[in-house]
């Protein structure tokens, strides 16, 4: 079943040329089923480089999806045109009474700055809070994460001597969970962050799971069924050149970053990067959103209420 997005949204053509099902309003009005109403918080600057990212994840589910682009309400992107905003996101204090199935948070490259430093943290508070009532289930992703456990659960992290950039072989704990079912043992999984989550600060109350993690870094991925969440660290959505990018930018800035940890063929950048995460990539999405379908009430406006 297709991802229902708008029609002249620029990922749209890039799902298409993959051999992603799209569809319209008019075809998917014509299925006798509720579609799942997952929204996108996006965070990071380049939107439309990271709404394709998800939205190819998302859009490889055999369910139909409505999806619906959100962002921060007075932020102004530095990074994406006024016009893409304006004609493809709501801000979220236009959606902040509205009910969804699922909700994706990003990451956002703010991680040097306390939370409540962030100009926006009082209604990324909100947004958290939000959750728990508006949404079946979430995924918070890499600094979501962090803002996330600090929130929910006072959980701090922990700055790394030196960021962890590359794609680091990560192993399954957790076997029998059902957003890992078909998952190898052993996998890789690109990273890209300056600070970790101390699998021995989780609070032994909080219900943390640990899912995935690795030996050279880490906590990778917890289940928080408190609050109905999934964490997720790490960097299943990037693409090929994701990592090679954020390497070209920081060496033209002058920072002299090492290269990406067993990103490129025999560490030689003139050589083209192989994914080889993006089977775990689009297995993870099937997962959430199966789980999501299996649980979440029919009725939208149950949502977040005793009766769902």
């Known amino acids: 079943m297709p991802i229902r997005i708008p029609n002249d949204l620029p990922a749209r053509k890039t799902l298409e040329r993959e051999g992603i099902a799209v569809m319209d309003s008019s075809r998917a009005a014509r299925q006798d089923i509720r579609p799942l109403q997952i929204g996108l918080l996006n965070l990071m600057p380049n939107k439309e480089r990271t709404e394709t990212q998800f939205t190819r994840l998302v859009g490889a589910t055999p369910l139909q999806v409505e999806l619906s682009l959100v962002r921060i309400s007075d932020h102004k992107s530095k990074n ?86 590359g794609v680091y072989r990560h192993q399954v704990r957790q076997t029998n969970s059902p957003y890992l079912r078909g998952f190898s043992d052993d996998l890789a999984i690109p990273v890209s962050r300056s600070h970790d989550i101390d699998a021995n600060s989780l609070p032994a109350n909080s219900g943390l799971e640990i899912l995935i993690d690795s030996d050279e870094v880490g906590i990778c991925m917890l289940n928080d069924p408190k609050n109905r969440a999934i964490h997720m660290l790490n960097h299943l959505e990037y693409d090929n050149h994701s990592l090679g990018d954020e390497f070209a930018r920081d060496k033209k800035a002058g920072l002299n970053p090492g290269l990406p940890v067993g990103y490129y063929p025999l560490d030689d950048p003139t050589k083209a990067p192989q994914n080889r995460w993006r089977s775990h990539g689009f297995l993870l999405f099937q997962n959430w959103i199966n789980e999501i379908y299996q649980t979440t009430p029919f009725d939208l406006e149950q949502v977040g209420t005793d009766k769902a």
């Open 80 to 165: 994406t045109s006024e016009a893409h905003l304006t004609s493809f996101y709501q801000k979220w204090e236009d959606v902040r009474t509205q009910k969804f199935d699922g909700c994706i948070v990003t990451g956002a490259p703010i991680a040097h700055l306390p939370f409540e430093d962030v100009k926006y943290w009082p209604e990324m508070v909100e947004i958290m809070n939000w959750t728990r009532s508006n949404v079946h289930s979430s995924m918070f992703i890499c600094w979501g994460v962090q803002a996330a456990l600090h929130h929910f659960h006072g959980i701090a992290r922990k700055p790394r001597k030196q960021k962890a950039v």
